[in-house]
Structure formats: C-alpha cells, structure tokens
C-alpha cells in the first residue's frame, strides 16, 4: 500500500502534467458553431438549422437521442426543426455538448480500455440520471445527463493521456486483485473522480457539475452538490445492478447510503424495486445507443 508522503508527489506529478495539457482535443467545427449559437439568446431556429445539418452524422446522432425511450416523446422527431421544437435549446445543446466531448474524447480500443463499452456506459449513465432526476424531481434533469454522461471521463484522460499508468493500473488490479479506485491511487496519487473534476473544471462548467462528478462514489461528501452527486452515483450503481451498459470500473459499487436516503428510498428494497422497475427503460435506451459504435 502506497504511504501518504509517496501518495502526495506522485499527485503532484500527475497534476503538472494535467495542468500542462494545452492541446486538448479540438471539438468538431460544426458542433462548435452550434454551441456558440445555442448560446446566443438571439440565435432564430433557422440559423441553427442551418449549422447543424452540414455535419448528417450529427444530425442522425441529434434525432437518435431525441427519439430514444428517455425523453419519452409521443410523436416520433425526423428534423432537427422539429427537435428544437419540442426539445428547446437547452436540451439540444447538452445533447450536442456531449456528442462533441464524445467525438473530441475517443481513442482506439486496446487491451487495456474498451472504447465501446466506456462510451456506452457514459451514455447510459446520462440517460438514466436525467430520467432519475425528471421522476424523483429532483431538479435539473439537464445537469443530471451531462453529469451522468462525463462522471467517469476521468478514466478516459487518464487512458490518453497517461497510458503508460493507464496499463499499469490495469495490470495492477488483474495481479493484486485491488480495486480500480486503489490502483489509480497507488498510481496516480489521485483517482478517476478527481481527475474528472480537473477537466471538466478546465472546461468552465458550473461547480454544482464538476463536484457532483467528483463525488460520484462517496456523494455524502459532495457538500452542494450532494443531491446531484446521489443522482448520478445512483445511476452508474443502476448500470451495475442492472448489469446493463454495466462497466468493470464499477464492479466493486455499493449503493451509498445517503444518496439512497436523499433519494427518497427508506430501505435498500425500495430502492431495488424501483430499480428493477427501469429495466425495460435500460434495455431499450441500449438499443437505441447503437450509434455509439
Ligand atoms: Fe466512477
Ligand atoms: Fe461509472
């Protein structure tokens, strides 16, 4: 077990290097053009139209995501017009948000991460979170997919950009038998959560976000973001138990207790029956993620 004084230089270590990440993947243009835009409050429909249907690739991604069982939409969308329309801006731009992180974050499949199953995890994770969010109203079902979708992006920093640590995390949990959280600390001096937290603070999001993604495994110490952190720690366990867009990161997850308790779910039963209760929901919104690969 690594001590303290080794544990505290080799986060230092990994923070330089973090910090001296300059070249951070470029966003796609169009997905950047229309970002810009959604966040012009005088931006009409038309204009945005216009931006995104010269990228078709996204436009097919935008009309998957929005006809997938978690918005639950009665008609069925076959434009972006009409997506914006029913959807509004806000919730086009966290889709587009985190198709660009997606496009700008993928690497190539190894032996040591698979690509398909990470993204597809993420993906999952964000879906549920927001449905979570709408069901138990718990507030901004917006900030609960982005959250969901980036809470474990700290593994995919830490696969491109430390891939020699990256492996030896991996071989370490394969040889020892330790979790995935010690071996990134016996590693890295830090774990996947924090270096999450490191990037998406980089990228300005709003705090509440960026802590709920740093304590996506221990929520009761995400002080604000406690609520937000209990969403998506309850949707990447919902993964898990379900075993559905399940990821190993995650095998050794428990449900914590007091995001189970702020939730609303008195025992651990009625947490699993609601649980239980999603799995339809899980199985289809897979389905629909095809387009992940
Ligand atoms: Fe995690
Ligand atoms: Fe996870």
């Known amino acids: ?3 303290l004084v080794e544990r ?6 990994t923070e330089l290097v973090l910090m001296n990440i300059y070249n951070l993947p470029p966003i796609p243009k169009v997905m950047q053009e229309t970002i810009q835009l959604l966040e012009n409050k ?11 249907i010269k990228d078709q690739s996204l436009v097919a991604k935008i009309l998957t995501i929005a ?5 639950g939409l009665q008609r069925k969308v076959t434009s972006i017009d009409f997506a914006l329309l029913v959807l509004g801006f806000s919730e086009i731009k966290n889709i587009v ?19 398909k199953k990470f993204w597809l995890h993420s993906f999952l994770t964000g879906s549920v979170c927001k449905r979570v969010a709408d069901d138990l109203q718990t507030g901004n079902g917006g900030e ?11 593994i995919s920093v830490m696969h491109r950009f430390f891939h020699s640590n990256f492996v030896q995390v991996v071989n370490l949990v394969n040889n020892e038998g330790i979790s995935y959280a010690e071996a990134e600390i016996e590693i890295f001096g830090l774990d996947h959560q924090e270096m999450g937290y490191f990037l998406v603070d980089r990228w300005n999001f709003p705090k509440t976000l960026s802590s709920a993604i740093s304590h996506h495994h221990n929520p009761e110490k995400g002080g604000d973001s406690t609520l937000l952190a209990s969403v998506v720690h ?30 609303g779910f008195e025992t ?26």
């Open 234 to 263: 309850f949707g990447d366990y919902m993964t898990q138990y379900l075993q559905i867009g399940n990821f190993e990161w995650d095998t050794n997850l428990q449900l914590n207790e007091v995001a189970r308790k702020i939730l």
């Open 1 to 3: 077990m690594i001590n």
């Open 42 to 52: 005088n931006t009409r429909t038309n204009d945005l139209t216009k931006v995104i």
């Open 268 to 293: 651990e039963e009625a947490a699993a029956k609601f649980i239980d209760s999603y799995k339809e929901l899980f199985e289809s919104q897979k389905e629909a993620a095809r387009f992940l690969s």
């Open 144 to 154: 609960a997919f982005i959250a969901g979708f980036l809470h474990d992006m700290g």
């Open 97 to 115: 948000s985190v198709l660009s992180m997606m496009e700008s974050f993928k690497n190539k499949t190894d032996n040591y991460l698979d690509q």
């Open 67 to 71: 006809n997938s069982p978690l918005y």
């Open 8 to 13: 505290q230089s080799k986060r230092e270590k």
